[in-house]
């Protein structure tokens, strides 16, 4: 995943790129904070390996390097370790010193106001500088690494109760004096804690802050004492776990994360379980901050962003608009459709006895039908049986050109009647011999598995499959195009690799389009080639269908254990290449109905937005409404090709549907 470099990170090629894991959805930016963590870990691990001050992974990171095989857990956002208190204090007076300048410490013994009771190592947001942004992953936004900080507790009970009912009594005061409680409630309780503290509080100072400080010296108050057991503060009071035997960190061992070695607690299953009791068993809540962890930041930093460089997708009408487009197959069964027209004009003419039309008529369908033939046999070869009856057809018409100056009514129609059959025997061949040609673009190999059972299905149908790999750029930190990537040789050698160079849409206008890659420019981390973005695609077809390269667990927006999950729905949902498509094919019914769900909170946050900025709106005369219902007929739940032969969504489904979407007019 990574490898150190000297002072440099080498990060392998898909590390930031979006990515499904554990059926969590994993989006580019948050890619970008992890590599942004991983550095901001690697300079406390620089500086703990100079000066030998032990450390450990925590918490969720800990869960990473020994449950997730050395990765972060797919929905963790942060990176967590923890030190002794004494180790700490010995890291933060060097620290302090030896930490880039891009780096902040926030702990109560640098700034009390602005600290919480867990120390933490984090990445300026103000800085912009273009090496930095480099060194950290192009990441713009503040992140955190957390120190946890390990305090020992008493073997004596009384102790212990003693320190818990203080402790008690300071959150209790803390509360009472931010939620602006009576002056008597507070006094009380400040006189009741002077008497048994042996303290004075000054009440001409904050009492909030003189608290704190107080909360912090009790989380200390038995360290030295060489208890069997040790904690990590607030958690323990507050919530009654992370109470760990001190043996657990008896000796360190060392394990892979992200490609490098760090340290952990020999004993870490014994940390693991009084955090998590089964620590084996995989949950997506958690977490005592709002997901992603950097989301406050990004609101705040992202207006001054060039736009180009962190681009958020905004609605626009046009998204929903299409100018009707006929592909070239149905245009040439449209000709033939025309010839049946004209012969029974023709029909009509003749008996009128407008002889002199009628056969001028007869005339322009012979240089049509030559013009047509041409045109036909440039895609299905001359030998095919079209060309052959189009032949005939001409003959047919050159005949009755000649035999007008003397007609014979009866046998004209008979006449007439020959041709009529004829065309429509064409036509019926036409359909067999011009295939439905449908097109699939995809910019990675591996995400082939998503269609292959669809190309395999429709080709058994007589439908021409083009496969279509196209390049995809890395982006840098201004949004310009750095590396290009190209995957045409990986696709499996079975199939036919049609070169996206030499592919003319505007010529081909093939019946349908399929994409699986809905971004457009909106991925902050890569991009196709613009000329395959969905608002370019949606001009050369009438059916430009978009089949996600992936799938997820189910999401439900209404349940805690699913909320980041659905936070990380507009990564994918709130994206042109879904607004553009005709269809969207999802995983399922539930799935389509949370599309719709992050669609209309994406509508209504649009609208405040336009509103606040009093912009036009951008719904045109569409209100959010009627962009929904509209939503709700171009998404379809049939499935996805990636859950083989899940009864009722599997590629069975998804076959179905689009065999449906290409052959609904034959």
């Known amino acids: 995943m990574v490898k150190r470099g000297g002072t440099t990170m080498q990060w392998e090629k898909d590390f930031f790129y979006d990515e499904v894991r554990d059926g ?14 991983l550095n901001v870990l690697k300079e406390i691990d620089k500086i703990c390996r100079k000066h030998r001050i032990p450390y450990f992974l925590g918490s969720g990171t800990l869960l990473g390097a020994v449950r997730e095989g050395g990765q972060f857990i797919p929905w963790d956002d942060d990176v967590d370790i923890e030190m002794f208190r004494k180790d700490y204090l010995k890291f933060l007076s060097v620290a302090k010193e030896e930490l ?22 984090g990445l300026r947001e103000d800085v912009m500088s273009l090496p930095t942004l480099e060194k950290y992953c192009f990441f ?50 400040l006189e009741k804690l002077e008497e048994v503290l042996q303290i004075h509080f000054d009440r001409n100072l904050s009492l909030n802050l ?97 736009a180009k460089a962190f681009p958020r997708y905004s609605f626009q009408k046009e998204s929903m608009e299409r100018n009707p487009v006929r592909s070239l197959r149905e245009q040439y069964l449209g000709i033939l459709d025309g010839f049946l027209l004209e012969e029974r004009r023709g029909s009509e003419l003749f008996r009128k006895g407008e002889y002199y039309s009628y056969q001028s008529l007869l005339a322009t369908l012979q240089e049509t039908a030559i013009a047509f033939g041409e045109l036909l046999e440039e895609k299905i070869g001359k030998d095919a049986e079209s060309i052959s009856l189009l032949e005939s057809y001409c003959e047919m018409l050159y005949q009755k050109y000649q035999s007008v100056s003397s007609p014979e009514e009866k046998k004209e129609e008979m006449q007439e009647e020959g041709t009529v059959s004829l065309l429509k025997a064409l036509k019926d061949r036409v359909k067999k011999e011009l295939k439905v040609q449908a097109v699939f673009l995809l910019h990675r190999a591996k995400d082939f598995a998503c269609l292959r059972p669809l190309v395999d299905a429709l080709r058994k149908e007589n439908v021409a499959c083009k496969i279509i790999p196209i390049p995809y750029y890395d982006k840098a930190v ?95 949902v709130t994206v042109p290449g879904v607004f553009h498509a005709d269809y969207t094919i999802v995983q399922s019914e539930a799935m389509k109905k949370a599309y719709l769900v992050k669609i209309l909170q994406f509508l209504e946050e649009e609208r405040l937005q336009k509103n606040r900025k009093a912009e036009e709106n951008a719904f045109g005369k569409m209100n959010a409404d009627e962009v ?25 489904e998804v076959v179905e549907v689009l065999k449906q979407i290409l052959f609904e007019k034959e």
Not at 102 to 111: D, K, P, T
Not at 629 to 648: H, N, P, Q, T, Y
């Open 628 to 652: 929904l219902v509209e939503m709700c007929k171009k998404i379809l739940g049939a499935g996805s090709c990636l859950l083989g032969e899940k009864e009722g969504q599997g590629a069975k």
């Open 100 to 121: 880039p300048d891009e780096l902040y410490i926030r702990a109560i013994e640098v700034n009390i106001e602005t600290a919480s009771f867990v120390p933490k190592v």
């Open 140 to 189: 713009p936004y503040k992140v955190e690494i957390d120190i946890f900080l390990l305090d020992e507790l008493s073997d004596k009970e009384e102790e212990e109760r003693y320190r818990e009912e203080v402790l008690t009594m300071l959150y209790s005061l803390n509360n009472k004096v931010f939620e602006g409680k009576s002056r008597e409630d507070v006094e009380l309780l």
């Open 210 to 306: 003189q608290i704190k400080g107080l909360i912090n010296r009790f989380f200390q108050e038995f360290n030295g004492t060489i208890g069997k057991n040790i904690a990590i503060f607030p958690y323990h009071h507050l919530l009654g776990n992370c109470c760990f035997p001190r043996k657990a960190y008896e000796s360190t061992i060392f394990l892979p994360f992200c490609g490098m070695r760090f340290p952990v607690a020999k004993g870490y299953e014994m940390r693991l379980c009084s955090e998590y009791g089964d620590w084996h068993k995989k949950s997506k809540s958690g977490e005592d901050h709002t997901y992603p962890c950097y989301r406050e930041s990004e609101e705040r930093v992202s207006h001054i962003l060039p």
């Open 24 to 37: 969590f959805y994993i989006p580019g930016m948050m890619k970008r904070a992890w590599g942004a963590e």
């Open 478 to 572: 201004n949004g310009a195009f750095t590396e290009m990537h190209y995957e045409g040789g990986e696709f499996p050698k079975e199939y036919a690799i049609t070169d996206y160079k030499s592919y003319d849409f505007e010529k081909e206008l093939p019946d349908c389009i399929v994409m699986n890659s809905p971004y457009d420019e909106y991925n902050p981390v890569f991009s196709i080639e613009p000329a395959f973005y969905s608002r370019n695609l949606k001009r050369f077809t009438g059916k430009l269908i978009y089949i996600p390269w992936f799938v997820t667990d189910e999401i439900d927006p209404e349940n805690p254990e699913d909320r980041k999950a659905f936070y990380n729905m507009q990564y994918y």
